[in-house]
C-alpha cells in the first residue's frame, strides 16, 4: 500500500537535544497529522494541521504543514526520556490516513 | 476508560484456522476504521464504516477477511483460513464525524500465525 516516506529512519540523541524529523510525499494533502506510537501500544495523535503552511504547536512539540502540501515537520524540544518511540506522520486521503514508514526516537540520558 | 477497546491483545493460532477480532470504538463516534500494522512499518488502511456500513475496502483485505459492524456500534474482523503472512498488529481506530482525520487508536490485537 501507499506509504510516505519520514526521514531520518532512527535518531539516537541525548536528553535536552532538540529533534527535528520531516515527512514527504508525492501526492498533495489537506490534511497532516503525527502520531506517537510506544511498544505494543496503538498509535497516538499529537498533532493535526489543515491549512498550508500552518505551524501548530503542543507542549514542546512543533509542527509544520508544508507550503507544497506534499511535506511535513515535526520538532521536539528539549528532548526527554518519555520521548522514546516510533513517530509517524499520516496524511489525510479522502477518509482515511495514509501513514509514513516512521522516525524511531531513542533518548539516552 | 472511554477509549478504543480492542479484544483479544494477543491471538496465537495455527494456519489455516479462523479467527476474529472485535472493537468498540469511543462512544458516538460514528467512523470506525481497521488498519494492519507489520514489523517496522506503518499502519496500512484496510477497511471502513460510517455507522454500520462498510464505505471502501483495501485492496490488502483479502477474500478471506471480512468485517461487519452490525448495529453501527462495535466491530469485528474475521480472518479465515489463516496464512503466516497475516502475522500482525491489528489496530481499530475511530472518529467523530466532525473531527476530519483526527483518528482515535485502540492498543490493537496482535495476531501470530504458526
Known amino acids: 500500500g501507499q506509504q510516505l516516506n519520514q526521514s531520518p529512519q532512527s535518531m539516537f540523541i541525548q536528553e535536552g537535544e532538540d529533534v527535528s524529523m520531516n515527512c514527504t510525499s508525492s501526492s498533495i494533502f489537506n490534511t497532516w497529522l503525527w502520531y506517537k506510537q510506544d511498544p505494543g501500544e496503538g498509535p497516538v495523535l499529537l498533532i493535526a494541521l489543515y491549512k498550508a503552511g500552518e505551524l501548530t504547536s503542543n507542549g514542546r512539540l512543533t509542527a509544520q504543514f508544508g507550503i507544497t502540501r506534499k511535506d511535513s515537520f515535526l520538532n521536539i524540544s528539549a528532548s526527554i526520556p518519555s520521548d522514546v518511540g516510533i513517530y509517524f506522520c499520516a496524511g489525510l486521503d479522502t477518509d482515511k490516513l495514509i501513514f509514513g514508514t516512521g522516525t524511531r526516537l531513542q533518548v539516552f540520558p | 476508560d472511554t477509549g478504543v477497546s480492542q479484544d483479544p491483545r494477543h491471538k496465537i493460532t495455527k494456519r489455516g484456522q479462523n479467527v476474529t477480532f472485535r472493537c468498540d470504538p469511543i462512544s458516538e463516534h460514528n467512523r470506525l476504521y481497521w488498519y494492519r500494522q507489520t514489523l517496522g512499518q506503518g499502519p496500512e488502511f484496510l477497511t471502513y464504516f460510517q455507522n454500520e456500513a462498510q464505505l471502501e475496502k483495501s485492496r490488502l483485505l483479502s477474500d478471506r477477511f471480512s468485517a461487519e459492524r452490525p448495529k453501527g456500534s462495535f466491530s469485528t474482523l474475521e480472518i479465515q483460513r489463516t496464512e503466516q503472512g497475516d502475522s500482525a498488529m491489528y489496530l481499530c481506530?475511530?472518529?467523530?464525524?466532525?473531527?476530519?482525520?483526527?483518528?482515535?487508536f485502540g492498543e490493537g490485537s496482535r495476531l501470530t500465525v504458526l
Open positions: 481506530a475511530s472518529r467523530h464525524r466532525g473531527h476530519t482525520g483526527e483518528l482515535f
